[in-house]
């Protein structure tokens, strides 16, 4: 007798769950399938879903505004989550930062979707305004950002890598397309077939 009461209440425990798997669903709730009633956000999470510790804005030469937001791993640039990021420091009286503009340009056309690159002058000597000159004299066809308008992006990737802009140029940190730091490369000259083989195994 026990055992018919406790299969009779577990049998309508059982319809209580399954009535409810598939309320919003049209059809029959036990032929709809589980992945069915799983919710798309849970089966596809959004590239940003570390904890955010700081958060800064910083402006590109076009005038284009960007939150950067710090995570314990790396950093993610809004409006370009998704994407693995190359983000350089450079000097605008350095030749070897002159030198990498090609690279960096054959980089972001090579992979127009999945990369997204980023620069930073750190040396501070020209304003926004000069900083466009540079870009435009110099056919960087890519975002850079001038040291007044940085944020505290200098801030940020001392907290990350230990890099202070004593140390020289140029430097690059590539992020992942989840944000994290996956390669930090102290100041030296660009090697963009070590770059490109570093693309490769993150997309």
């Not at 209580?16 to 009633?37: E, I, Q, V, W």
């Not at 809004?78 to 070897?96: A, N």
């Not at 690159?117 to 926004?128: A, C, D, K, R, W």
Request: proline residues 6%; charged residues 15%.
């Amino acid at each position: 007798m026990k055992y018919n009461k406790l299969a009779a209440s577990l049998f309508f425990t059982g319809m209580l769950l399954l009535s409810g798997c598939g309320s919003s669903d049209s059809g029959d709730a036990a032929t709809t399938p589980p992945a069915a009633t799983t919710p798309p956000a849970a089966t596809t999470p959004p590239a940003n879903t570390q904890q955010v510790l700081e958060s800064t804005t910083i402006v590109t030469t076009d005038g284009e505004v960007i939150r950067v937001d710090r995570t314990a791993g790396g950093l993610i640039f809004e409006g370009h989550e998704g994407k693995i990021v190359l983000l350089e420091i450079y000097g605008d009286t350095c030749p070897h930062c002159k030198d990498a503009i090609p690279a960096y340009n054959r980089l972001q056309a090579k992979y127009p979707n999945d990369v997204y690159v980023i620069t930073m002058e750190s040396y501070g000597q020209l304003n926004n305004a000069g900083l466009q000159q540079y870009v435009a004299t110099n056919g960087m066809q890519y975002d850079t950002v001038s040291k007044e308008n940085s944020g505290n992006m200098f801030s940020f990737i001392q907290t990350l890598t230990g890099y202070n802009t004593n140390q020289g140029v140029p430097v690059l940190l590539v992020l992942s397309r989840d944000g994290d730091l996956a390669e930090y490369l102290p100041p030296q000259v660009l090697n963009e077939a070590y770059v490109d083989g570093l693309i490769q195994g993150l997309l």
